[in-house]
């Protein structure tokens, strides 16, 4: 079963349709009384037509809580900026862990305020080596703004690599 499929069955489910109504939903949405046999644009059809009559899918959060730390926020953030410049080159949290691992010794979550900004200081001077001043600015931007300016000259700042390090 796909996970389409799983949605709309738990779609159904929360909408409290019975079998029976949930087959003349069917009928009236794509002309068949069963998901079976039906592509993926019958299956989104039925989804949007689900969402249309009260279905709001939750969203599942399945790795671990984010570190609520301001710091570590500000690490997360600077990282993440940074591999949308072409700077970092994988932007998982298991990368950014093993990073912040290989600095302190210690995971994002149990740093210390103190090895969190030496974390700050080590990617400062990793952007400095970055040779597009624009994209060092944007990213040290992240230092002092809440959120990390999406675009640069008015194109999104994904690609274009600064740096030769490889994480």
């Given at each position: 079963?796909?996970?389409?499929?799983?949605?709309?069955?738990?779609?159904?489910?929360?909408?409290?349709?019975?079998?029976?109504?949930?087959?003349?939903?069917?009928?009236?949405?794509?002309?068949?009384?069963?998901?079976?046999?039906?592509?993926?644009r019958e299956q989104w059809r039925v989804m949007e037509e689900l969402k249309r009559r009260g279905f709001a899918p939750q969203a599942i959060h399945k790795g671990a809580r984010l570190v609520d730390d301001p710091q570590a926020k500000k690490v997360r953030a600077l990282w993440l900026t940074m591999a949308d410049c072409g700077?970092?080159?994988?932007?998982?949290?298991?990368?950014?862990?093993?990073?912040?691992?290989?600095?302190?010794?210690?995971?994002?979550?149990?740093?210390?305020?103190?090895?969190?900004?030496?974390?700050?200081?080590?990617?400062?001077?990793?952007?400095?080596?970055?040779?597009?001043?624009?994209?060092?600015?944007?990213?040290?931007?992240?230092?002092?703004?809440?959120?990390?300016?999406?675009?640069?000259?008015?194109?999104?700042?994904?690609?274009?690599?600064?740096?030769?390090?490889?994480?």
């Amino acid at each position: 079963m796909s996970k389409l499929i799983g949605m709309i069955h738990m779609a159904k489910a929360r909408l409290g349709m019975d079998d029976e109504t949930y087959r003349m939903f069917l009928v009236d949405t794509i002309g068949k009384n069963s998901l079976r046999g039906t592509n993926s644009r019958e299956q989104w059809r039925v989804m949007e037509e689900l969402k249309r009559r009260g279905f709001a899918p939750q969203a599942i959060h399945k790795g671990a809580r984010l570190v609520d730390d301001p710091q570590a926020k500000k690490v997360r953030a600077l990282w993440l900026t940074m591999a949308d410049c072409g700077i970092v080159r994988d932007r998982s949290e298991k990368a950014l862990g093993t990073y912040v691992r290989r600095i302190t010794g210690r995971g994002l979550a149990d740093a210390s305020t103190k090895q969190l900004s030496l974390v700050i200081e080590t990617l400062k001077r990793w952007l400095d080596r970055c040779d597009d001043p624009r994209k060092r600015e944007i990213c040290l931007s992240v230092l002092k703004e809440q959120d990390a300016p999406p675009m640069l000259d008015g194109l999104p700042i994904i690609g274009g690599g600064c740096g030769e390090v490889r994480h």
